[in-house]
């Protein structure tokens, strides 16, 4: 049963809500982390929507102040350092702060390969709500052959705090196969280096779709993005241990992330997404204000 003529689901879960299509008609979604559509249509039981894949898909402001001040919690958080989180001075550090729920076992694979890889490496995650939870996450991560004794497992944080650890890590991890959205949006406003794995699904695709789209140099674009398990292990290594390279990257974000916000053409692209699938037929604009308009 229906509660409006139209129904619409969107990228707040990305995923299908798995209705019947005669209940929710449409999934609006971005073109720019979504497979071409005839393949990702396949993923919904509504009638897939694509934002076009060349823009920002949703209007974003700064999360960051000038005087490096959270803008959620107002607290600054220049001051912190690494000895405020417990962590090593001088290790690089490997940090994923997505909550263990997104951390699937497939990550486990990519986060200990990078640990074996790198014997100077630290590993910083966030710890999981209970102690049945984490002991179990750790179980999971010590038989993908992480040396626990080399990782930080650290609870919730607040905003001014998260943002410290990704200014203290050398390189910042995309969760595999559910992805960051706003955590990617925040490591790359701290300018730091995200390595990403695509994934099949939407929630898997987030940081891709920002990455084609802020203007960085497809050299930097190749350090992030991987297409397989052991090019996302390289890439996080390699950006951890070349200082120069990791540099040239981190350089480039910061001035491009400036394409990641107040983008007037995601309202534009929302509002044209309205009025294409609403079952009422516009008013022709007549000198006055259109129906876009009012």
């Not at 979604?29 to 949703?58: D, F, M, R, V």
């Not at 996450?137 to 650890?165: M, N």
């Not at 730091?192 to 674009?221: C, E, H, S």
């Amino acid at each position: 049963q229906r509660l409006a003529p139209v129904q619409v689901n969107s990228i707040g879960h990305p995923i299908t809500s798995g209705h019947d299509p005669s209940v929710i008609q449409y999934y609006v979604s971005w073109g720019a982390a979504e497979l071409p559509l005839e393949e990702s249509q396949a993923h919904y039981t509504e009638t897939l929507k694509l934002l076009p894949s060349n823009i920002i898909y949703q209007y974003y402001e700064r999360r960051v102040l000038p005087n490096q001040v959270s803008r959620v919690d107002g607290q600054a958080f220049g001051h912190l350092t690494r000895s405020d989180f417990g962590l090593p001075p001088n290790d690089p550090i490997y940090l994923c702060m997505q909550v263990p729920h997104k951390l699937f076992p497939e990550f486990d694979e990519l986060f200990c390969g990078i640990m074996k890889k790198d014997f100077d490496g630290w590993g910083v995650l966030h710890a999981a709500k209970t102690p049945t939870l984490q002991m179990q996450f750790e179980k999971r991560l010590q038989r993908a052959g992480c040396d626990l004794s080399r990782i930080t497992f650290l609870g919730f944080q607040p905003h001014h705090r998260l943002l410290a650890l990704y200014r203290q890590a050398t390189v910042v991890l995309d969760s595999y196969p559910a992805g960051g959205d706003t955590t990617t949006r925040e490591v790359l406003e701290m300018g730091k280096a995200l390595v990403t794995l695509p994934a099949r699904l939407l929630g898997g695709r987030w940081t891709l779709g920002y990455m084609n789209n802020i203007g960085l140099t497809d050299f930097t674009k190749s350090l992030l993005i991987a297409s397989t398990p052991t090019e996302y292990i390289n890439k996080a290594f390699l950006l951890a241990s070349d200082d120069d390279t990791r540099e040239s990257v981190e350089a480039d974000i910061r001035e491009s992330v400036k394409n990641l916000f107040e983008r007037d053409e995601a309202v534009s692209a929302w509002q044209e997404m309205f009025l294409e699938i609403s079952p009422y037929q516009q008013c022709p604009r007549q000198g006055g204000l259109g129906y876009g308009e009012l």
